[in-house]
């Protein structure tokens, strides 16, 4: 018997418990705020809700971490290891997420009706101030704060929270993507939630697969979301 080895087991364990919990503690906060701060903006602006609303989470998942002895680094805000090699990931990743997206808006709209978003952005057609701004919030808050948020700080807390192993991290995966669905789904319902849901599940893919580099992946979705809106300034209407 090797009392030294069981004591050392048994703080394994417990350090494992205590980790647990302190992730399950993380995501039911961060989750409970992104909820119940977007409703309250909502009342007040409706088209500014998202923005706002993740851009006070970014704060929060910020204050999250540092109780945790925890930086953004530690979650993949890092330098890449090189400067060829994340434009070479960008553009694959931006196609393939623009790929799925379409993809899975083709395959829902089988079955859903497509939501109408004219009300929030039919305003920048022809309108380039309009659709600069807009493009800058697609960066500063698609394309960075929400990737912080989802790929960055809950696919890892729902990794420490989930049993080890494959299966954890692709649970992980799913989990992560269902929330980043289901927080554009206030003005696009069932449609919005599943195919922002499937993007959600490729970038969280393409983190972990890039060494867990959150860069490619922000780089992508603000370099998709901006196309998205140059799209919407060319439409003739």
């Known amino acids: 018997m090797n009392p030294s080895g069981a004591v050392s087991g048994d703080s394994t364990a417990i350090s494992g418990v205590h980790a647990r919990r302190d992730a399950a503690v993380d995501c039911a906060v961060v989750i409970a705020f992104l909820a119940v701060f977007f409703v309250i903006v909502f009342g007040v602006t409706e088209r500014y809700a998202g923005p706002i609303t993740a851009s006070c989470a970014v704060a929060l998942t910020t204050a999250l971490l540092r109780r945790r002895d925890m930086r953004w680094r530690d979650v993949g805000l890092r330098r890449p290891p090189r400067l060829r090699w994340l434009l070479a990931q960008v553009p694959v990743v931006t196609v393939t997420w623009l790929a799925v997206a379409a993809g899975a808006t083709f395959l829902i709209g089988q079955f859903l ?66 929330l980043f669905g289901a927080v554009h789904a206030y003005n696009r319902g069932l449609f919005g939630l599943l195919a922002l849901g499937a993007v959600g599940a490729v970038l969280g893919t393409f983190y972990l697969m890039l060494r867990r580099n959150l860069w490619p992946v922000i780089l992508a979705h603000g370099l998709g979301n901006t196309l998205g809106f140059v799209a919407r300034y060319l439409d003739p209407g």
């Open 113 to 178: 009706p497509r939501p109408d978003t004219s009300a929030r952005f039919g305003d920048l057609a022809g309108n380039l101030p309009a659709t600069l701004w807009w493009i800058a919030i697609a960066w500063l808050i698609g394309g960075f704060a929400e990737e912080l948020i989802f790929r960055g700080f809950l696919l890892h807390r729902l990794e420490v929270l989930l049993p080890s192993g494959a299966r954890g991290t692709v649970t992980a995966v799913l989990l992560q993507a269902v």
